[in-house]
C-alpha cells in the first residue's frame, strides 16, 4: 500500500468534519464541535496537520505539535520537555483501521520530527481501551512509557519514540 502525507487545504475539511463524526472515531476523539472549531481555525506555528493518502484514496488525519509546559502539567507530566513532539492520528475510513495505514503516516511524522536534533523524543497518548492506536505506535517503534489519568480524556497510555542509536 502507498501511504502519503499531504497538506490539509479547505476543501478536506468537510471530509475531516464527516470523519470527526464517525463512531468509531468520536469514541476516542469526543465530541466533533470542539475538534472542528480548532481544524476550521488557523494552525500557527505549533500544530502542523497533514491528510493522509492510502493508494491515492483520503484515509485519515495526522497531527503533530510541540506540546506546551501547560497541556503537559495538566496531563501530569511534569518530567516531559516542551521540546517533543505530540503526534495524534484519526483513520477516518473505517475499512481502513487495521491496514497499516496509521503506522506508516506515524512513522513519517515520527523519522521528520526525529531528524531534527533539538526534538529529543516523539510522544503519543491514547486512550488505554484504543488497542487499534497503541498496536499502530508500536508498530511505528513507539514504546508504553507509563499509564496516566488525562484530565480531558481519562486513562491513558503514554509512548515514546527515541532516536535510533
Request: charged share 30%; hydrophobic share 45%.
Amino acid at each position: 500500500m502507498n501511504v502519503r502525507l499531504r497538506d490539509v487545504t479547505d476543501a478536506d475539511l468537510p471530509l475531516i468534519e464527516r470523519w470527526l463524526c464517525a463512531e468509531h472515531v468520536r469514541r476516542y476523539w469526543g465530541e466533533p464541535e470542539e475538534n472542528i472549531r480548532l481544524l476550521r481555525s488557523p494552525t500557527g506555528a505549533r500544530l502542523r496537520r497533514a491528510l493522509i493518502e492510502a493508494d491515492g484514496r483520503k484515509v485519515g488525519l495526522v497531527l503533530w505539535q510541540h506540546p506546551s509546559r501547560q497541556e503537559l502539567d495538566a496531563a501530569g507530566l511534569f518530567d516531559v520537555p516542551e521540546d517533543v513532539i505530540d503526534v495524534d492520528i484519526m483513520i477516518g475510513e473505517a475499512a481502513d483501521v487495521g491496514r497499516g495505514v496509521g503506522t506508516a503516516a506515524i512513522r513519517m511524522v515520527a523519522e521528520a520530527a526525529l531528524a531534527d536534533p533539538e526534538v529529543p523524543y516523539v510522544i503519543a497518548a491514547t486512550s488505554i481501551d484504543n488497542r487499534a492506536s497503541q498496536r499502530a505506535f508500536a508498530k511505528a517503534g513507539f514504546d508504553v512509557d507509563r499509564d496516566f489519568d488525562d484530565v480531558q480524556s481519562g486513562r491513558c497510555v503514554f509512548m515514546t519514540r527515541h532516536r535510533q542509536k
